[in-house]
């Protein structure tokens, strides 16, 4: 007899659409929070032409799936377990170039819209943003068009106008890769380094250079002193 409390798959196809849905934009949700992905599955299918047919946990699960079935979007978070949702798009991106992707996240656009463009999305939209913004979003890159919201469209013009990035809308982290600022949230996590290592498999002596060119780029002396400023920063910066 099967355990009661046998353990889920961490990724699930569902069933084909039935045959009045195939005029439907086939979706698949990528997010760790089994609340929050449900929320968004059942905002998604509730748009005519909209289904969801995939969810995944983390981005192994993801490329998974992605790699079995033909989907019209990917829906993904920043924040996933082991890969980030950067590292994650950039995959798919280097597999199936022409596959849409759209990030929805908690993290502050200002930081993070611009990096996940360039790592291949076509979109980025915050979760506090209404659920019609969410929406209007899928419908735009499913389009074939670029969505952020007006703020960051602004943000991105004043960097194609002056060539650089201005003092008054940037931080520092603005100038950390996307690997530094991954180990950053880390230590603002409260991760050590070798835990650190672990999860992004890689060596420590690879994330203590992390470290040195954080130390470099935030102008902090000590380590302490970095961590102390990545614990500070992810107090303003959910981690969801």
């Known amino acids: 007899m099967k355990s009661a409390t046998a353990t889920k798959p961490k990724c699930a196809?569902?069933?084909?659409p039935a045959a009045t849905d195939k005029s439907k934009y086939r979706i698949i949700l990528v997010e760790d929070h089994p609340i929050v992905r449900q929320g968004l599955a059942?905002?998604?299918?509730?748009?005519?032409g909209l289904s969801?047919?995939?969810?995944?946990?983390?981005?192994?699960?993801?490329?998974?799936?992605?790699?079995?079935t033909k989907f019209d979007l990917v829906v993904l978070d920043v924040s996933l377990p082991k890969t980030n949702g950067l590292e994650l798009i950039k995959q798919v991106k280097a597999e199936k170039p022409q596959l849409p992707m759209l990030v929805i996240s908690m993290h502050?656009?200002?930081?993070?819209?611009?990096?996940?463009?360039r790592a291949g999305a076509r979109g980025y939209v915050m979760k506090k943003e209404p659920s019609e913004k969410m929406i209007l979003a899928i419908n735009r890159v499913l389009k074939g068009e670029i969505y952020v919201s007006d703020r960051m469209k602004?943000?991105?013009l004043q960097h194609l106008v002056n060539n650089k990035v201005t003092e008054e809308n940037s931080s520092p982290l603005d100038h950390l890769s996307d690997r530094e600022l991954e180990v950053f949230q880390h230590l603002g996590n409260g991760f050590s380094t070798r835990q650190i290592a672990e999860q992004l498999n890689l060596s420590v002596k690879t994330i203590e250079s992390y470290r040195e060119n954080l130390k470099l780029?935030?102008?902090?002396?000590?380590?302490?002193e970095l961590i102390q400023h990545?614990?500070?920063?992810?107090?303003?910066?959910?981690a969801l």
């Open 42 to 48: 059942q905002l998604i299918n509730l748009q005519p």
């Open 217 to 224: 780029k935030l102008n902090v002396k000590t380590g302490a």
């Open 154 to 156: 602004q943000k991105m």
């Open 52 to 68: 969801v047919v995939g969810e995944a946990e983390t981005a192994a699960r993801a490329l998974e799936l992605i790699r079995a």
């Open 108 to 117: 502050d656009e200002m930081l993070y819209a611009e990096r996940a463009l």
């Open 13 to 16: 196809v569902r069933p084909a």
């Open 230 to 238: 990545a614990i500070q920063w992810m107090k303003n910066e959910p």
